[in-house]
């Protein structure tokens, strides 16, 4: 049974372009989160999507970042006009329902230059 | 503030020897409760997972942890650790059934010496 699939695992965006990761979670999980982890501030929740729904998207930035899990393909993270900040590991983690058993991929590296 | 607690940033053990990574947290009622491990480059494996029930739960490669209600702690343990055991340990809590989010910890970078 496969794990849950990101890509790409690395990525190099200049300052003002757009950053596109993609999240395929395991086999027979319909709950998809995703998380940012940076050297000072350690990992962070930022959203929590099923199919076709956002349920929590409380700690996703409110500008520039966007989530989706359409009923068909992964889910995917968006984010527009990246800045230097935005460099950082994004896991995605999914899950087969409560109660709440999450398990990671592999992470996608953004670089932004 | 509701909060994970690791008060070790780096711990270094030898080979061989015993471990234990504390983890604190202060959320109200009793949270579903995680260790994560972390490989550099990697992403995170999930070593154990407490929800209810006996407090001392068993994990994959040999490591166990015990909840203690009075002292709002997880800690991990290991009776012999191993140079593979070398990573970065993560405590994660989900505060309430109602909750979604993972709240981690900052976590703690275990070095293991010959």
């Known amino acids: 049974n496969a794990g849950v699939m990101q890509n790409p695992r690395h990525l190099v965006r200049r300052r003002g372009q757009e950053a596109r990761l993609r999240c395929s979670p395991m086999?027979?999980?319909?709950?998809v989160y995703w998380y940012r982890q940076l050297p000072e501030e350690g990992l962070k929740f930022m959203v929590y999507l099923q199919k076709e729904n956002i349920i929590d998207e409380s700690g996703m930035p409110k500008e520039r970042f966007s989530a989706e899990f359409p009923k068909e393909g992964p889910s995917i993270l968006r984010i527009q006009q990246v800045v230097r900040g935005d460099s950082a590991a994004y896991f995605c983690?999914?899950?087969?329902?409560?109660?709440?058993?999450?398990?990671f991929g592999p992470g996608t590296r953004l670089t932004v230059t | 503030a509701q909060s994970v607690t690791q008060p070790d940033i780096h711990i270094t053990v030898s080979e061989g020897a015993s471990l234990e990574l504390r983890c604190n947290y202060s959320?109200?009622?009793?949270?579903?409760l995680f260790w994560y491990v972390q490989s550099p480059g990697q992403g995170l494996q999930l070593l154990l997972k407490y929800f209810s029930g006996d407090t001392l739960v068993q994990g994959i490669k040999g490591f166990e942890a015990e909840f203690k209600r009075s002292q709002s702690s997880f800690n991990l343990r290991k009776p012999s650790v191993h140079w593979s055991d070398a990573a970065e340990y993560f405590c994660a809590v989900v505060p309430n059934q109602a909750g979604t989010a993972l709240i981690f910890g900052k976590g703690t970078t275990l070095s293991v010496s010959s």
């Open positions: 086999k027979g999980h319909s709950h």
């Open positions: 959320y109200g009622a009793t949270p579903y």
């Open positions: 983690a999914s899950s087969p329902g409560p109660p709440w058993e999450q398990y």
